[in-house]
């Protein structure tokens, strides 16, 4: 199941790079707390995805490595093939049990030492989280009064023939919210491996690791396909961009003009804006009042506000080509 997760997650990450490179200077609206905030790039956001990804697949390359073979005899001791062969043979059996299954050996019997099971939990609820946040991302952006991004394939209504439901990302989205409820389980039942065999907390972990190893499987699958056919709105994406007339630029009035003609009147115009002020005759006035020549177009244009957002879509391909 591990390995067919991780085939899916490599889809999804090539996806996810080939956006990224595709979309790297895209000036687009970033969100903080539902927001506009500041200008991004659509590239600086797949690549943000990308690295979730990339981090979910190596938290579970960890758990799916150290994962080990389990032969301790019926109370851990290994009593019995100290019996059937000597003390020395039979300290070599679980290594060569663990080398017929290709798992990792093990220090020692670990019936009660649960640690192997919640770290390959908590490896695969990295993954729903990771593909959670891009299934919400797009589910968001696919309302139909924002259309920055549409499923390939949406999803249809019986009785509503309008509609395109983001129906894969529904079913991420889903797969997110179930998976650490069931690692919980996991931790619970590690937390009650009493004795040398556990009464009822072993037989508890079973079924809750079954599940959570479907779920990961349906949403790494779902989600790859998801990302394969992501569509990109570029009008829509620049209609959201210039729904503010020049706020979500804000920060950097308050950076640049500040020096220039204080902080309470920048902060006035920018007040004055949210109004329903024209941000651009409210800040032009207090410059000229001063003899000031302020190239006003370079400063309210978001596509000039965008930080290190190609650096780290570069440094994130890197990654990814390496």
């Known amino acids: 199941a591990g390995e067919q997760i991780d085939l899916d997650l490599r889809a999804t990450a090539r996806s996810l790079a080939a956006l990224a490179r595709a979309h790297r200077d895209v000036p687009a609206a970033a969100r903080t707390l539902t927001q506009h905030a500041v200008p991004t790039t659509l590239g600086a956001r797949f690549a943000s995805w990308l690295r979730g990804v990339r981090a979910a697949r190596a938290d579970l390359a960890a758990a799916l490595a150290a994962l080990p073979a389990q032969l301790g005899g019926a109370g851990g001791t290994l009593a019995s093939a100290v019996v059937l062969s000597d003390p020395a043979t039979a300290r070599e059996l679980p290594a060569a049990f663990a080398a017929q299954l290709a798992l ?69 989205r889903s797969a997110a919210l179930r998976a650490p409820q069931l690692a919980a389980t996991l931790h619970l039942a590690a937390a009650g491996a009493v004795d040398e065999r556990p009464d009822g907390a072993w037989h508890a972990e079973w079924p809750a690791l079954r599940e959570l190893l479907r779920v990961a499987l349906g949403a790494a699958r779902t989600a790859a396909a998801l990302t394969a056919g992501l569509v990109v709105d570029l009008d829509a994406v620049a209609r959201t961009l210039a729904l503010s007339d020049g706020l979500i630029v804000a920060e950097r009035l308050s950076a640049e003009l500040a020096p220039l003609i204080g902080a309470d009147t920048v902060a006035a115009a920018i007040a004055g804006a949210t109004t329903g002020g024209d941000l651009r005759t409210l800040l032009e006035a207090p410059l000229a009042a001063r003899g000031l020549r302020v190239d006003l177009d370079d400063l309210l244009d978001p596509a000039r506000y965008l930080g290190l957002a190609a650096a780290f879509v570069d440094e994130t391909l890197a990654e990814e080509d390496a």
């Open 104 to 172: 990792a050996a093990p220090a020692a019997p670990w019936h009660v030492e649960r640690r192997p099971v919640t770290r390959l939990g908590d490896a695969l609820v990295a993954v729903t989280d990771a593909l959670g946040v891009i299934a919400a991302d797009v589910a968001t952006a696919s309302r139909t009064e924002i259309g920055e991004l549409s499923e390939g394939v949406g999803g249809g209504s019986s009785a509503m023939p309008q509609k395109r439901n983001p129906a894969a990302s529904v079913l991420v």
